[in-house]
């Protein structure tokens, strides 16, 4: 790990309600204000300095992170904004300049460009997580960074964990003198939670080693409509009872359907030449109208194909903005699908890539047939 020295709970604003409208705007700025200064009917039961938590939206790692900081802030009836914050019109630091905030919390991401550093220098304390590569290259960009700025990048855990980590040993560091030992979570909960974010942990580090991981993922991202604290006030209560077994069930009887749905598509494949032989043959399908099943297609001419005596690559293909797009996939671990994509400008991984061609340019695939 590198370290370096928005539920809207408590808002009594009436702009709160436009906050649904836009992630940036002048309602969510005022409710920004509000929370900082808020009425005394609204603060009876949340004393002190305000804090404020923005979490990566719309992902899980952000999520989970942001109920484990407002867990903590709850429990020890500290004051605390939870917002989402999204590519799609993302606050500004200066957003937050003289709203009082004692501490900010940036969970699952250090923001666009200088945005920690910016916000370093109004806030006492800026802690950030993450757990990408690609954020921990960008760090040598902030220069030297203040005292007041924690970067705690950890490519070995999901941002998820580290976050549940950091407010659980906080919280029981600041809970010493109580008679009893509290968690953040009761036992049964924090056993659910904890089982949930091993599984976003598997996704989020591409370990995929899970049992049915995909599957559980697949049932996962149904909820991702339901991260917005803002248009929906119950995202924390909803995220603590999400349970794996139930995912699991849910997401392999969805793939399951997918699977069959797929199959009924598949209709007089055609042998393609791929890179008009360079890189072998295998069985293609065109997938007009039918592109959201590609993975699953994909993998069913994978094994035809293998049958039929050629490399185990399916080859899904499909009209997009123009081009064809050419989708490989295999069942096969000895198989590199990516070393073909990206010969022709495309990317992905071993099992699963795509890439665009031309119409004369895919024919010329074909031609070998006739």
Not at 244 to 259: E, I, P, T
Request: hydrophobic share 40%.
């Amino acid at each position: 790990m590198l370290r370096l020295p928005c539920l809207l709970r408590g808002v009594s604003s009436p702009a709160a309600s436009s906050l649904r409208r836009a992630f940036r705007s002048a309602a969510s700025l005022e409710a920004i204000l509000s929370h900082s200064h808020p009425s005394k009917a609204s603060s009876e039961d949340q004393a002190g300095p305000a804090h404020l938590a923005l979490y990566n939206y719309p992902t899980f790692a952000g999520a989970y992170s942001a109920l484990a900081a407002d867990l903590f802030h709850r429990r020890l009836g500290r004051r605390l904004l939870v917002l989402p914050f999204s590519s799609v019109e993302p606050f500004r630091a200066d957003d937050f300049k003289g709203a009082g905030f004692h501490s900010c919390y940036l969970l699952d991401f250090i923001g666009p460009r200088n945005f920690a550093l910016e916000l370093s220098r109004f806030i006492p304390s800026v802690v950030a997580f993450d757990h990408r590569q690609s954020t921990l290259a960008r760090i040598p960009e902030l220069g030297r960074c203040p005292t007041n700025l924690d970067l705690r990048i950890d490519t070995s855990k999901s941002s998820a964990r580290a976050v549940f980590d950091y407010f659980s040993n906080k919280f029981t560091s600041e809970n010493l003198d109580s008679e009893t030992c509290e968690n953040l979570l009761g036992q049964e909960d924090e056993e659910r939670v904890s089982n949930v974010i091993k599984y976003v942990e598997d996704a989020d580090l591409q370990q995929w080693q899970l049992p049915d991981s995909r599957a559980f993922h697949t049932a996962l991202r149904d909820e991702r409509a339901k991260l917005n604290c803002v248009s929906n006030p119950h995202v924390f209560e909803q995220l603590m009872q999400l349970d794996v077994s139930d995912l699991l069930a849910r997401g392999n009887s969805l793939a399951q359907n997918r699977l069959e749905a797929a199959r009924k598509l598949i209709h007089n494949p055609f042998k393609i030449y791929l890179g008009q032989g360079l890189y072998g043959e295998c069985l293609a399908i065109r997938a007009d109208g039918d592109s959201k099943l590609s993975h699953e297609i994909g993998l069913e001419l994978s094994k035809m194909s293998a049958g039929a005596g050629l490399r185990p690559i399916g080859a899904v293909v499909f009209m997009q903005r123009g081009l064809l797009k050419i989708c490989l996939r295999t069942t096969d671990n000895t198989t590199n699908t990516a070393e073909i994509a990206k010969a022709y400008g495309g990317g992905g991984k071993a099992s699963s890539s795509s890439f665009a061609l031309r119409m004369d340019e895919f024919n010329a695939w074909i031609r070998e047939n006739t």
